[in-house]
């Protein structure tokens, strides 16, 4: 049986299809209308952290800058590191460190001005941003306080003051650069400032072979062909100079140092160390960690859990506040009444005991505000009602151990460990105050900053009553009053204290000269340059040319408290 020949199917183009005959044109969608978009492609914008993983701590994830450095970012760390290596001063406060917080902060808020290096993704995808967080107005205030603590040494010549100060330019420098509201994010903040430095490593590393691969051939040579020159133009013209000016060869003298090798490897170890802290800053400023997402997730506890325990050390600080409020404000009478009891006993009794008490009250404090459950309205009466009678008792305390340690100084005289103990037990009481304050409604998230705040103010206000001179000035006043002094003690203060020692030339002529002369002989001993140099240190230096005490080798100290 024949087969039927297959129909061969025609594709006609879409003009030639025409509707039959008295029928309408259907409505057929056009494909080249709802066809779908393309998807865009997407790009992950990796951190470079280089061959360190992401960090994770104190609720806060750490993977570094999205954008690689700019080479020219690059150069300008160095230059900020290579004022730091000339200008500072390590055995000593004075201008240098000044000069290097001053160019290394303009560094660092010039750095994110500095366009960053195009990415892939950025030249595919020219539209991609990368998201940034709102400025912090508070960071520019920790900025302004770093700059300043640092400067300190230009004022002052007491070195403990300069080193507390650089040391707490640690916290404040790490908060102007990655910021942090609650406590957890502060500690988060300084403890990420140390390890940026060695995070920044590759992330520079790159920036600087790209500025290496950037460079034409032969501009190495020209460069350093260029820096030859100008090093000899200085040097001829220089010379000539010094040689015509004997004011100006003074002012070359002191400006220029002797380069030798201490010198050189002193150099290195301070660009080494500027830069990696330079470097790491602007790490943490171009990748700052992300916000704490832990503080909603936190465990809370019972109410008889938190509420027992510390009720009943209520009921303990209680007891011992009213044995303390006999005699709080006794001072003299109560000593005088007492057996075997003096100044001496009485002030330094209990005083260490009480600061650590203070402090672990604090810790106590901030673990049941965080820990302990304030969903309904009796929780949060418990709360008010006993951690506002442990703050109130702990003010009582801290009171107390204050009027131990004024006693001690009225009777024995006023020392630099007896200040600044006294300074950080007066800073607790006000951060307990502030406690109390924030009790009130159950918010205390400005607490942190200010209590940092505060005790920043208060290191910088000690700095400008000027600590040594206010201590000399109060044995100074106790010796008119008791006829004794402690010259050993004085003899060691800095030169800050000469304008006050200088008012015992008209009590007692022989220790105004055991004491003052003590401090001469160190500061000839070991001269300024520009970079050391200090306020401090000057001023005195022209009292004593101006009034020289009369130095004997035979100087008979007096007895030590």
Avoid at 460 to 466: C, E, F, K, P
Wanted: proline share 8%.
């Amino acid at each position: 049986m024949p087969t039927e020949p297959t129909p061969k199917t025609k594709t006609a183009s879409p003009e030639a299809w025409k509707p039959p005959a008295g029928k309408p044109l259907p409505d057929r969608p056009d494909p080249a209308v709802t066809k779908p978009p393309a998807p865009a492609p997407s790009f992950t914008m990796r951190p470079v952290h280089g061959p360190w993983p992401p960090i994770t701590g104190f609720g806060r994830r750490w993977s570094g800058p999205a954008r690689p450095l700019n080479p020219a970012a690059a150069g300008l760390l160095i230059l900020a590191a290579a004022v730091a290596a000339v200008s500072v001063p390590l055995d000593r406060g004075g201008v240098g460190w000044l000069v290097t917080a001053l160019v290394g902060t303009a560094v660092l808020v010039v750095i994110p001005l500095v366009p960053a290096r195009p990415t892939a993704a950025d030249r595919l995808m020219p539209a991609l941003t990368v998201a940034r967080r709102p400025a912090d107005p508070a960071r520019f205030a920790w900025a302004a306080a770093t700059v300043a603590l640092l400067g300190v040494g230009t004022v002052r010549a007491a070195g403990w003051l300069v080193l507390l100060c650089l040391a707490t330019a640690v916290v404040t420098g790490a908060l102007a650069v990655t910021g942090g509201r609650s406590m957890r994010e502060m500690t988060a903040a300084t403890l990420f400032s140390l390890v940026a430095p060695f995070r920044a490593l590759p992330w520079v590393s790159t920036a600087l072979a790209g500025l290496r691969r950037g460079a034409p051939r032969g501009n190495h040579t020209r460069v350093a062909a260029t820096i030859a020159t100008a090093v000899a133009l200085l040097a001829v013209f220089g010379a000539l100079f010094a040689s015509a000016d004997e004011t100006f060869a003074r002012l070359i003298e002191s400006a220029v140092p002797e380069v030798d090798v201490p010198v050189l490897i002193r150099w290195a170890f301070v660009f080494v160390v500027a830069g990696g802290v330079l470097a790491g800053s602007a790490f943490l400023r171009a990748g700052p960690p992300s916000p704490s997402t832990a503080e909603g997730a936190v465990r809370k506890v019972t109410r008889f859990e938190w509420a027992f325990p510390l009720g009943l050390l209520v009921l303990l600080f209680a007891a011992f506040v009213a044995v303390q409020l006999t005699v709080l404000f006794g001072g003299f009478d109560h000593v005088m009444e007492t057996d075997n009891l003096t100044f001496a006993s009485y002030a330094r009794s209990g005083f260490w005991q009480l600061l650590i008490v203070t402090g672990l009250t604090l810790l106590v404090l901030a673990g049941a505000a965080r820990w302990a459950p304030r969903e309904n309205r009796t929780d949060r009466i418990l709360i008010r009602a006993i951690l506002g009678a442990l703050a109130v008792l702990t003010l009582i305390i801290v009171a107390s151990a204050l009027h131990r340690m004024t006693v001690y100084a009225d009777t024995y005289g006023l020392t630099r460990l007896r200040l600044v103990v006294g300074l950080c037990e007066a800073w607790l009481g006000v951060v307990f105050a502030m406690i109390v304050v924030a009790g009130i409604k159950l918010r205390a998230a400005w607490l942190p900053r200010v209590a940092v705040a505060l005790g920043v103010l208060t290191l910088l206000g000690l700095a400008a009553v000027n600590p040594d001179g206010l201590i000399a000035d109060r044995n100074v006043a106790r010796f008119q009053q008791t006829g004794r002094i402690d010259t050993a003690y004085l003899s060691g203060l800095s030169a800050d204290a000469v304008p006050a020692l200088d008012r015992l030339n008209a009590l007692d002529q022989e220790k105004a000269d055991c004491i003052l002369g003590s401090i001469k002989i160190r500061l000839n001993g070991d001269p300024d340059d520009w970079r050391g140099w200090s306020y401090g240190r000057a001023h005195a230096r022209e009292m004593l040319r101006a009034r020289p005490p009369a130095i004997t080798p035979a100087c008979t100290y007096g007895y030590r408290d």
